[in-house]
T-cell receptor, first 109, second 113 residues
Framework: KQEVTQIPAALSVPEGENLVLNCSFT??????LQWFRQDPGKGLTSLLL?????REQTSGRLNASLDKSSGRSTLYIAASQPGDSATYLC????????FGDGTTLTVKP | KAGVTQTPRYLIKTRGQQVTLSCSPI?????VSWYQQTPGQGLQFLFE???????NKGNFPGRFSGRQFSNSRSEMNVSTLELGDSALYLC????????????FGQGTRLTVV
């Protein structure tokens, strides 16, 4: 059974800092890994999708990496802004998606 | 291009009743997945439909069921509601199953009293 762990559970940083969110998974037989952000009471917004054959994906200030052999992915956020405050979730897709519990990020002005 | 539309946004039901939630995927998407999100259990996979066929099913009791129509719209039904069914129900659509990017709707907040 796939298990997905996200560390840390919560993170608070001052505006402008670069930060890294971690996602680990137990079964490397996956199709892809997707990072989402969720604002309170809202749905999920897709940030980045990494296919199993890829090593990283970039979008603006976001960079996600995938190391399938070690079962790890990281989401790097550069020059954080208060608007980045949200819960970040990673989802590992092996036919059906398994989500981590998320990292709640607070960026202080 | 319209996103994933879930209706209704909010629902209050009484224990023992049944409820039907609706999800309209992005135009051209043929795969729809349903998830339940609660503070205690996080996001849990319910089921996935592709071309009107259920492809995968999560570990939920038979009270939870779904279907997909020929226009790819999907409905989820929960019968004999329990207090523990109170949750945010999220629907995701993608072009196809397996390796396609998933896009989520805003969810339906179900409260069972």
């Amino acid at each position: 059974k796939q298990e997905v762990t996200q560390i840390p559970a919560a993170l608070s940083v001052p505006e402008g800092e670069n930060l890294v969110l971690n996602c680990s998974f137990t079964d490397s037989a996956i199709y892809n890994l997707q990072w989402f952000r969720q604002d309170p009471g809202k749905g999920l917004t897709s940030l980045l999708l990494i296919q199993s054959s890829q090593r990283e994906q970039t979008s603006g200030r976001l960079n996600a990496s995938l190391d399938k052999s070690s079962g790890r992915s990281t989401l790097y956020i550069a020059a954080s802004q208060p608007g980045d405050s949200a819960t970040y979730l990673c989802a590992v897709n092996a036919g059906k998606s398994t989500f981590g519990d998320g990292t709640t990020l607070t960026v202080k002005p | 291009k319209a996103g994933v539309t879930q209706t209704p946004r909010y629902l209050i039901k009484t224990r023992g009743q049944q409820v039907t939630l609706s999800c309209s995927p992005i135009s051209g998407h043929r795969s729809v997945s349903w998830y339940q999100q609660t503070p205690g259990q996080g996001l849990q996979f319910l089921f996935e439909y592709f071309s009107e066929t259920q492809r995968n099913k999560g570990n939920f009791p038979g009270r939870f069921s779904g279907r997909q129509f020929s226009n790819s719209r999907s409905e989820m039904n929960v019968s004999t509601l329990e207090l523990g069914d109170s949750a945010l129900y999220l629907c995701a659509s993608s072009l196809g199953p397996s390796n396609a990017e998933a896009f989520f709707g805003q969810g339906t907040r179900l409260t069972v009293v």
